[in-house]
Nanobody, 125 residues
């Protein structure tokens, strides 16, 4: 089954940084727009950011604008999420998934496929 593998999560203090990676070993990631999502305990999964297949279109949820940066290296078949100035409310399991496009509207998980197992991000003092 085609699936992504997320990595790079961990425990970090408020104000710290982490870089998440989303890799695909069984298919060519460069064909797809990639979205990052997160799910905190007791909350619904939330779209955080997405990037189009060629990197020309990028979108962020308002709560992470100016702090998170999405990028991709198609040669390495990997998409990254650089997270700076982390806050306790960023604590969640982070997932990546694929879609055909990354638009400017809400990042809707129902439009995405090939979900990975997620990586835990905990922001705590």
């Amino acid at each position: 089954q085609l699936q992504f593998v997320e990595s790079g999560g961990g425990l970090v203090q408020p104000g710290g940084s982490l870089r998440l990676s989303c890799a695909a070993s069984e298919f060519t990631l460069s064909y797809y727009a990639i979205g990052w999502f997160r799910q905190a305990p007791g909350k619904e999964r939330e779209g955080v950011s997405c990037i189009s297949s060629n990197g020309g279109s990028i979108n962020y949820v308002d709560s992470v604008k100016g702090r998170f940066t999405i990028s991709r290296d198609n040669a390495k078949n990997t998409v990254y999420l650089q997270m700076d100035s982390l806050k306790p409310e960023d604590t969640a399991v982070y997932y990546c998934a694929a879609d055909l496009d990354c638009g400017l509207g809400p990042i809707d998980e129902n439009e995405y496929d090939y979900w990975g197992q997620g990586t835990q991000v905990t922001v705590s003092a």
